[in-house]
Structures are given as structure tokens and as C-alpha cells.
């Protein structure tokens, strides 16, 4: 029999709790800090853009998530080590939620044994569930990770995303919408069964209140499909079937795939988009993925001539596919240029040479984008990458 940590009792006591489950954060944090024999540990939430570390308590400041350790861990969803202003040695936690990245966890002790590295990872681990948990309905998390108003579009068309980023052994997800307070018309979604990635992104005509209504119907509709079963072409037929419907007047471009995770195997339909990019071995094949596209989604597809088109590419292990809206290339640099696929390109290059995670790359590019612009972007520009990477036989 083995012998129980000196905090086992306590924890187990307290997740037996049905009180813990309506306790607020900081409160569930202590508690479970002094359960697991932790002196002092704080929770940093991720703010919208990925730009601060925001701490779920008020005597604490934001760190920047780049420059400093804790943003270092974040980055690297990796342990890191220091030396505690005060005494003793602070350890950073990434908190992850499957593949998604909320934030880390700072660990305060006198000094770091075996022991205390173990029940911190565990503290991260259940913390991490407990605010998946919670942020759906507890404004506290939204407020704090805000960093201005949020546009009633933006609110409106963000209550229907999913998560930032998903992924299993096989195949990881990520996507980043800018402007992050006032988007009106772009959107995205991903999901997983068991054998494939679904991902979809949008970009309604407009940009205003009924345009998040157009993305939020096309997403309904797509979703409704997929779990209901249906294959690629009677999916993309849902989507041009619900906007005739429901907002004749309306209608969207879009990439709608899904990826076989066993064979690698990309199927898409594109409905008047950009044309998804591919990257290979740290190289941009611009045009690997380029096909004629179909009308866009809604009427124009309806009063179409002939039936969609069913696009296929053999993708090969460690290949990232990068699906983005035009006001990406339609971005201005600092030159008050247009940033054109060209250049584009090379941002993308740049950003996924590094050999770094996929959410982090993409954070990467994104910021690099925004950094790039005399003034806000004069539209939604919405980024989603995926890397397929199945195990090694």
C-alpha cells in the first residue's frame, strides 16, 4: 500500500466538497494551494489578443507574455523556474485545457523539491478544468481578459465561436479573429470526431450586425449537418440552403474541409475564398492548394448552374495548412501598401520557421500582422492553422 502525501486527506476532503463547485476562483485556489501543501499560488489568464498574462487577483499586475518567464511558459507550454521577488523560487505552470491555452499558474515556495513540482502540475491540471468549466457563465473571466469594450457584433458573433484551439495526438487546430473587438463578419470553426478535423471559416458580406447573423446562421447550419452525419457536399448544400431560406439577401465566402486524421487525406469546397495555403517543411507551396472557385455560399450558389466542387490533396506528416480571410492581404503596411499574398507569404514563412508550437505561430504571425499596420485593420481578417502530425510508425 502506498503511503498518501501529507495533503492527500486534505484534497480529497475538499473535492468531495459539493460546496467547492460554486466557490469563486481565488477562493477554490487557495484551498486547494494549502491542500497540496503549496504556500501560495496565482492564476494569469491569457488576455483576447494573447498580448498579457492578466492575474485572477487584484494584487498582482499583468505580465506581458513576451519578455517575460511567465509569458516564456505560456509560449512553450513548459515549466519554467525563478527566483521569487520577495524569498524563495516562483514556478510557472502553463494551464491547458486539452490543446487550448488559458494561461499559467505562478507557484510560490521556500523551495522546489520533487515533490511540489508534482502537485503543482496536478494544481494546474484541475484548475485548468475547473475555468474551462466556469468562463462559459461567470463574467469575471470575460471582464478581466478584456482590454476594451466589446461591439455588440463582436459580442454577438464571439458567443457562437469555439475554442481557440483544439487537437489530439494527431492533429492540432488554432485560430485567431482580428479585430478582436469589433468583428463583424468573419468567423471560424473546428471540431473533431474520432477519424477527422472539421474547420470552417467565413466571411460574410459587411461588416455590421446583420453580417454576424449571416456567419452565425452559416455556422449553425454547418454544424447542425456535421452532427447530424452528413458527408462534405450535403454539408456545404446546408449552408447555401439555410442563407436562401432564412436571409436571401445575404450570403458568404468560405472554406468549409475536413481531414482524414488516419490518411492524411484534405477534402474541401471552396465557395468563393482564398484559396487555403499549405506549408511544408518550413516553405509556403503557394499554389499546392489552388483550385476555380464556387459561387458563395447563400442564393448565388443556389441560382448556380452546376453542383459544388470537391476538392482532395495528400497531405504529408508535419504539413500546416493555413486557411484566412481577405482582409489578411488586403491589410496596409506601414507604407500604406497593400499587403498582397505576396508578402503575406512571407510573414507566414517567417512566423512557422521558428519550430514552434502551432498556437504559438500563429499568435506569432498574427501579431506581426497587426504590428505591421499604420492604423486598425480596415476589415476582419480572421487566420486558422492546422498541422497534421500522426504518430510514427
Known amino acids: 500500500?502506498?503511503?498518501?502525501?501529507?495533503?492527500?486527506?486534505?484534497?480529497?476532503?475538499?473535492?468531495?466538497?459539493?460546496?467547492?463547485l460554486t466557490m469563486d476562483l481565488s477562493t477554490v485556489v487557495a484551498r486547494c494551494a494549502k491542500a497540496m501543501c503549496l504556500q501560495h499560488a496565482v492564476v494569469y489568464l491569457t488576455d483576447l489578443q494573447q498580448r498579457h498574462l492578466v492575474p485572477h487577483t487584484d494584487v498582482a499586475a499583468s505580465l506581458p507574455i513576451d519578455g517575460s518567464l511567465a509569458?516564456?511558459?505560456?509560449?512553450?507550454?513548459?515549466?519554467r523556474v525563478e527566483e521569487a521577488e520577495t524569498e524563495g523560487v516562483t514556478a510557472w505552470f502553463p494551464l491547458l485545457d486539452g490543446a487550448e491555452r488559458l494561461g499559467v499558474l505562478a507557484v510560490n515556495q521556500t523551495a522546489l523539491t520533487a515533490g511540489s513540482?508534482?502537485?503543482?502540475?496536478?494544481?494546474?491540471?484541475?484548475?485548468?478544468?475547473?475555468?474551462?468549466?466556469k468562463r462559459a457563465y461567470e463574467d469575471s473571466f470575460?471582464?478581466?481578459?478584456?482590454?476594451?469594450?466589446?461591439?455588440?457584433?463582436?459580442e454577438m458573433l464571439r458567443a457562437f465561436l469555439p475554442p481557440r484551439t483544439i487537437?489530439?495526438?494527431?492533429?492540432?487546430?488554432?485560430?485567431?479573429?482580428?479585430?478582436?473587438?469589433?468583428?463583424?463578419?468573419?468567423a471560424f470553426d473546428h471540431s473533431l470526431t474520432e477519424t477527422a478535423l472539421h474547420t470552417t471559416v467565413l466571411d460574410a458580406m459587411g461588416h455590421d450586425l446583420a453580417s454576424g447573423l449571416t456567419s452565425a446562421v452559416s455556422l449553425a447550419a454547418c454544424?447542425?449537418?456535421?452532427?447530424?452525419?452528413?458527408?462534405?457536399?450535403?454539408?456545404?448544400?446546408?449552408v447555401d440552403h439555410a442563407l436562401a431560406t432564412w436571409l436571401p439577401d445575404k450570403f458568404c465566402t468560405a472554406v468549409i474541409a475536413q481531414l482524414d486524421l488516419a490518411t492524411g487525406v484534405l477534402r474541401w469546397s471552396n465557395c468563393g475564398h482564398p484559396?487555403?495555403?499549405?506549408?511544408?517543411?518550413?516553405?509556403?507551396l503557394i499554389d499546392a492548394l489552388e483550385r476555380e472557385p464556387d459561387p458563395p455560399m447563400g442564393l448565388p450558389a443556389r441560382l448556380a448552374s452546376r453542383p459544388r466542387q470537391i476538392h482532395e490533396y495528400s497531405l504529408e506528416p508535419g504539413d500546416r495548412v493555413l486557411m484566412y480571410t481577405d482582409g489578411i492581404t488586403e491589410a496596409r503596411t506601414r507604407e500604406a501598401n497593400l499587403m498582397g499574398l505576396e508578402r503575406f507569404a512571407d510573414y507566414v514563412i517567417r512566423a512557422t520557421a521558428g519550430g514552434e508550437l502551432a498556437p504559438e505561430s500563429l499568435r506569432r504571425l498574427i501579431h506581426s500582422l497587426l504590428d505591421a499596420q499604420t492604423d486598425r485593420l480596415r476589415d476582419d481578417a480572421t487566420l486558422l492553422m492546422f498541422e497534421w502530425r500522426p504518430p510514427l510508425r
Open 275 to 284: 484559396a487555403p495555403l499549405l506549408i511544408r517543411d518550413d516553405r509556403l
Open 223 to 238: 454544424r447542425n449537418a456535421r452532427r447530424s452525419g452528413a458527408d462534405l457536399p450535403e454539408l456545404v448544400e446546408s
Open 1 to 20: 500500500m502506498t503511503a498518501q502525501e501529507p495533503g492527500d486527506t486534505l484534497l480529497q476532503e475538499f473535492l468531495a466538497d459539493p460546496e467547492h
Open 142 to 154: 470575460v471582464r478581466r481578459t478584456r482590454t476594451e469594450k466589446m461591439q455588440l457584433p463582436a
Open 117 to 133: 513540482l508534482t502537485r503543482g502540475r496536478a494544481l494546474a491540471s484541475l484548475l485548468a478544468m475547473l475555468i474551462s468549466s
Open 167 to 186: 487537437g489530439n495526438a494527431q492533429v492540432v487546430s488554432t485560430a485567431v479573429l482580428e479585430p478582436a473587438y469589433e468583428i463583424g463578419g468573419d
Open 71 to 79: 509569458g516564456w511558459a505560456y509560449r512553450t507550454q513548459s515549466l
